[in-house]
């Protein structure tokens, strides 16, 4: 007995498992769906297994489907809480609630001591026959009467009932009336009873009649199956319910038609159902004669029928209102997919601006889930990124399409553009629908061409200057040099001239040089080729190559690039290039085919922003604004790094510094395009890489990965 008690307990446990591992999608999924009525079937169904008792789900808003008793009274229970999650197309998972189940080993307690009773039972019956022996050896003298009185009851029928029972006592030892006379006498009133009852029953049975007719009649008008059954066997249906099933009256009448017509896996299902006294509705799987399965939603009221209670049963098919459904479910998520799948931002309100529609879109732009947005006005939401909520009602209640071109707006604290639609909807609903789309990177790329051919126009400028400054300076440079050969004494023009004018040459050598007169010219010298050097690279900068792109040193490119950055003016203007130490750490490598401005571009841009990093930050005695330069090769590419000593930056500033527009400058000092179009220049058109490495206080090193082969 223990054994089995200790496979029941076991039983009970692996139910609880089983319910945790194969149920919990199925009830979240009917949850999600709102299908009560499959919900509770699918708790129903749970019942069945053994120890079983009571199921409950609690959704997330409180509503509750739940079955079985929640009978406190259990001694011997355990009473389990499971989540039900369900994950969207997304991937996000969505708390819908928790399943309570309470499991009992009641029944296993009560099987073993039933079979104790049935020992004890089994003792009792044979004391039982002992004593019977003993009281039949005492009665042996009424056994004859006892017979009289048995035969006489078992032979009467409703004919016989006229003839009273008699008792042949001719022994004078019973002279006196004894219990057999009295049982005798009693059997004899009731006859008399049942004689006059007889007379009433044929009456109610006429009636009866009647009434059986007209509820027939009644029954069979009805578009349902209706069965009267008692636990199971049929006293009566009309004719819905045979044709239904595909039975003659005849083959179901007085038998338990659950086996034959309810598919297994709902049997003991409907059964329990109906041992507890449940009206249902439930939906379980039927079964025609010929084999065909269908669902069935089953009703159960409570009536009298020939004085006893018996269940009526109202039976619907409904296969084709479950395909209806699934139909719709189907488009539904059809359609669900197909919004969610816009790369668009679509709301949908009704006229009163309540939202009714929020697809993945909706979530991710404005950080909110459907389940927080449905139902909300449409003003609460859309007010946190600046959207003006009043235009856009007036939109919604003008019934005509409305549309709000690069809307500026704010999104994570980030600055962006939206371009927002609203359509009305058709005539017989009321309301819009809302198209937002994020034009931002539109607007930052159309601002971007508008820069570029802003640059575009200055580098033509400059390298008209350019041309302009070159021919003067030319000039210049060749007069002084005439100059300071005719300051010369060695020349024997240069002292003609002076004896004509009255001076010897070696005078006018020394007033030129006590004066520091051809120091001064070669000073102004100096000063002119420098000015002939800076010219020479803004016209090598400016000049659009026919080939743009050809093999090149990349340290000579940073070289170039450095003597460029100490004569730039805006750099030249707020901090001196010359004040900043150059350390540089070049290895031995091979060419890179590249855009040689482009190039320059870039080493020129982040050099740029490293000086004015470094200007605004104090060092010590021994320190000072300083560039690490290395060029080395890391496996298939050239790696170039700059690294500066200024104060770094964070974490935010480092993922955004690559971003169109954004910078650290005040107001007017920075466009935010220079490390962005770097980052393009690199990576698209060189398909190379770009990044930095920036500890907080430690200053930032850009780094810019190259192949060594053109990338096509």
């Known amino acids: 007995m223990y054994i089995e008690f200790k496979k029941d307990v076991e039983n009970i446990h692996q139910n609880l498992q089983s319910i945790k591992k194969n149920s919990l999608n199925p009830i979240s999924l009917s949850l999600y769906n709102y299908s009560m009525v499959q919900l509770k079937s699918q708790l129903q169904s749970m019942l069945y297994l053994r120890g079983i008792k009571y199921l409950e789900v609690v959704g997330k808003y409180g509503q509750t489907v739940s079955v079985g008793q929640k009978d406190t009274g259990h001694k011997r229970s355990i009473l389990k809480e499971m989540n039900l999650e369900y994950s969207n197309l997304s991937g996000t998972v969505i708390q819908?609630?928790?399943?309570?189940?309470?499991?009992?080993?009641?029944?296993?307690?009560?099987?073993?001591?039933?079979?104790?009773?049935?020992?004890?039972?089994?003792?009792?019956?044979?004391?039982?026959?002992?004593?019977?022996?003993?009281?039949?050896?005492?009665?042996?003298?009424?056994?004859?009467?006892?017979?009289?009185?048995?035969?006489?009851?078992?032979?009467?029928?409703?004919?016989?009932?006229?003839?009273?029972?008699k008792l042949n006592k001719n022994n004078f030892l019973f002279f006196k009336e004894d219990e057999l006379d009295r049982m005798a006498g009693m059997i004899n009133r009731m006859r008399e009873r049942l004689l006059k009852d007889v007379s009433r029953r044929k009456d109610y049975a006429a009636k009866l009649a009647l009434s059986e007719n007209r509820f027939k009649q009644l029954a069979n008008a009805t578009r349902e199956a209706i069965v009267i059954h008692d636990t199971g066997r049929i006293l009566q249906a009309n004719d819905q319910y045979y044709k239904m099933f595909g039975y003659a009256p005849e083959e179901l009448i007085g038998i338990n038609a659950i086996d034959r017509t309810i598919h297994p896996t709902h049997n003991e299902y409907l059964k329990k159902m109906i041992a507890e006294r449940d009206l249902g509705p439930y939906e379980v799987i039927a079964i025609k004669k010929d084999g065909n399965q269908f669902p069935v939603e089953i009703w159960v009221s409570f009536m009298e029928y020939d004085g006893e209670e018996v269940r009526v049963a109202s039976l619907r098919d409904v296969s084709e209102y479950k395909k209806t459904q699934a139909q719709i479910v189907h488009l539904q998520n059809y359609l669900r997919n197909i919004i969610d799948s816009m790369p668009s931002l679509i709301v949908g309100v009704d006229k009163f601006g309540i939202i009714n529609e929020w697809n993945l879109e909706a979530e991710k732009f404005l950080r909110a889930s459907a389940a927080d947005a449905?139902?909300?006005?449409?003003?609460?939401?859309?007010?946190?990124?600046?959207?003006?909520?009043?235009?856009?009602?007036?939109?919604?209640?003008?019934?005509?399409?409305?549309?709000?071109?690069?809307?500026?707006?704010?999104?994570?604290?980030?600055?962006?553009?939206?371009?927002?639609?609203?359509?009305?909807?058709?005539?017989?609903?009321?309301?819009?629908?809302?198209?937002?789309?994020?034009?931002?990177?539109?607007?930052?790329?159309?601002?971007?061409?508008?820069?570029?051919?802003?640059?575009?126009?200055?580098?033509?400028?400059?390298?008209?200057?350019?041309?302009?400054?070159?021919?003067?300076?030319?000039?210049?440079?060749?007069?002084?040099?005439?100059?300071?050969?005719?300051?010369?004494?060695?020349?024997?023009?240069?002292?003609?001239?002076?004896?004509?004018?009255?001076?010897?040459?070696?005078?006018?050598?020394?007033?030129?040089?006590?004066?520091?007169?051809v120091k001064l010219m070669n000073s102004a010298f100096d000063s002119g080729r420098r000015a002939a050097a800076i010219v020479r690279d803004m016209l090598s900068f400016s000049r659009k190559s026919e080939s743009d792109f050809a093999s090149h040193d990349i340290r000579t490119l940073l070289d170039k690039t450095i003597e460029l950055s100490a004569q730039e003016y805006s750099l030249k203007k707020r901090y001196d290039f010359k004040q900043v130490k150059i350390n540089k750490d070049y290895h031995t490598v091979p060419n890179v085919f590249c855009d040689e401005n482009k190039i320059q571009l870039v080493f020129l841009n982040i050099m740029k922003n490293g000086a004015q990093i470094m200007a605004a930050k104090t060092y010590e005695k021994d320190e000072?604004?300083?560039?690490?330069?290395?060029?080395?090769?890391?496996?298939?590419?050239?790696?170039?790094?700059?690294?500066?000593?200024?104060?770094?930056?964070?974490?935010?500033?480092?993922?955004?510094?690559?971003?169109?527009?954004?910078?650290?400058?005040?107001?007017?000092?920075?466009?935010?395009?220079?490390?962005?179009?770097?980052?393009f220049i690199i990576t698209e058109n060189h398909k190379g890489k770009m990044g930095v490495i920036s500890p907080p206080g430690k200053g930032a090193t850009f780094y810019i990965e190259l192949p060594k082969e053109r990338t096509a």
């Open 96 to 165: 819908l609630g928790k399943l309570t189940v309470l499991a009992s080993f009641d029944n296993a307690y009560e099987t073993i001591i039933d079979k104790f009773k049935l020992i004890l039972i089994a003792n009792f019956i044979q004391s039982l026959i002992t004593i019977v022996f003993l009281m039949g050896v005492f009665q042996i003298l009424v056994t004859n009467h006892i017979k009289r009185i048995s035969d006489y009851a078992s032979g009467t029928d409703m004919e016989k009932l006229d003839i009273p029972l």
């Open 624 to 679: 000072g604004p300083t560039f690490f330069l290395r060029v080395f090769q890391k496996e298939n590419t050239i790696r170039v790094e700059i690294e500066d000593t200024g104060p770094g930056m964070d974490e935010l500033i480092r993922i955004k510094v690559f971003e169109p527009f954004f910078t650290t400058k005040k107001v007017g000092s920075g466009t935010g395009l220079g490390l962005s179009v770097s980052y």
């Open 374 to 517: 449905l139902g909300e006005n449409l003003e609460d939401i859309f007010i946190s990124i600046g959207i003006d909520v009043v235009a856009l009602k007036n939109a919604i209640t003008g019934g005509k399409i409305e549309k709000f071109s690069r809307v500026h707006s704010m999104r994570q604290d980030k600055e962006c553009f939206l371009d927002i639609t609203v359509y009305p909807l058709a005539a017989g609903f009321e309301g819009a629908v809302i198209r937002v789309d994020d034009i931002t990177e539109k607007v930052r790329m159309e601002e971007i061409i508008i820069q570029s051919e802003k640059m575009l126009s200055v580098g033509g400028l400059a390298a008209g200057m350019a041309h302009e400054i070159n021919n003067p300076l030319a000039g210049i440079l060749q007069s002084l040099q005439v100059a300071q050969n005719r300051l010369k004494g060695g020349l024997q023009k240069n002292v003609d001239i002076a004896r004509e004018c009255g001076v010897p040459m070696e005078t006018i050598e020394k007033y030129v040089q006590k004066r520091q007169i």
